[in-house]
């Protein structure tokens, strides 16, 4: 056999084709007509146990993957569903929440502002009483101050109006006579 195969060429080689089948056809052995039957039989027995095998081991397992996505993906899409409900619940309460404390905050906002107001009003009243106190003795200070003046003034006015009359005259005028005319001028 190792001379077949040393490339030697001739009746040797031809030979060799007789001794391992003594096959002269030629043709491609799955499209000789003599090897039909037992082709097809070989066929339909490979076909049937590649059926039993996939149905009975791969399709199981591919289907239970199939299955187990199936049931991944609904339970993910439940869990979304519930995580949604709660999320839009927890916007619910936070906006509500929002809103009473806008309310509380406008609340303590206008009690703040009315007790500023009246805390305001008391001290503007308190104010206003020590103002008008201080009016009343400023008033009093002033009343008893100008009688003083006026009472000096007609001591002032007469002391003057002597003077006056000496320096223009040379004579010095009788006190009664003076005091009546201040009297009379400061009258009318």
């Given at each position: 056999?190792?001379?077949?195969?040393?490339?030697?060429?001739?009746?040797?080689?031809?030979?060799?084709?007789?001794?391992?089948?003594?096959?002269?056809?030629?043709?491609?052995?799955?499209?000789?007509?003599?090897?039909?039957?037992?082709?097809?039989?070989?066929l339909a027995i490979f076909?049937?146990?590649?059926?039993?095998?996939?149905?009975?081991?791969?399709?199981?397992?591919?289907?239970?993957?199939?299955?187990?996505?199936?049931?991944?993906?609904?339970?993910?899409?439940?869990?979304?569903?519930?995580?949604?409900?709660?999320?839009?619940?927890?916007?619910?309460?936070?906006?509500?929440?929002?809103?009473?404390?806008?309310?509380?905050?406008?609340?303590?906002?206008?009690?703040?502002?009315?007790?500023?107001?009246?805390?305001?009003?008391?001290?503007?009243?308190?104010?206003?009483?020590?103002?008008?106190?201080?009016?009343?003795?400023?008033?009093?200070?002033?009343?008893?101050?100008?009688?003083?003046?006026?009472?000096?003034?007609?001591?002032?006015?007469?002391?003057?109006?002597?003077?006056?009359?000496?320096?223009?005259?040379?004579?010095?005028?009788?006190?009664?006579?003076?005091?009546?005319?201040?009297?009379?001028?400061?009258?009318g």
């Amino acid at each position: 056999m190792a001379e077949s195969h040393g490339g030697a060429k001739g009746p040797a080689a031809g030979a060799h084709t007789e001794a391992d089948g003594g096959h002269h056809g030629g043709g491609f052995p799955p499209f000789e007509s003599s090897t039909f039957a037992s082709q097809l039989v070989s066929l339909a027995i490979f076909f049937v146990l590649l059926y039993v095998i996939v149905s009975k081991l791969a399709l199981p397992k591919v289907g239970g993957a199939i299955e187990a996505r199936q049931n991944k993906i609904e339970g993910d899409l439940t869990e979304a569903q519930t995580l949604k409900d709660q999320s839009e619940a927890a916007l619910k309460a936070y906006e509500g929440e929002l809103a009473s404390a806008r309310t509380r905050a406008q609340a303590i906002g206008n009690e703040s502002r009315d007790k500023a107001n009246a805390q305001a009003e008391a001290e503007r009243k308190a104010l206003e009483e020590q103002l008008a106190a201080k009016l009343a003795e400023a008033e009093k200070t002033i009343a008893s101050t100008r009688t003083t003046a006026m009472s000096n003034v007609r001591g002032i006015a007469a002391d003057a109006a002597g003077q006056i009359v000496q320096q223009l005259t040379g004579v010095v005028p009788d006190v009664a006579s003076v005091n009546a005319a201040v009297d009379a001028s400061l009258k009318g």
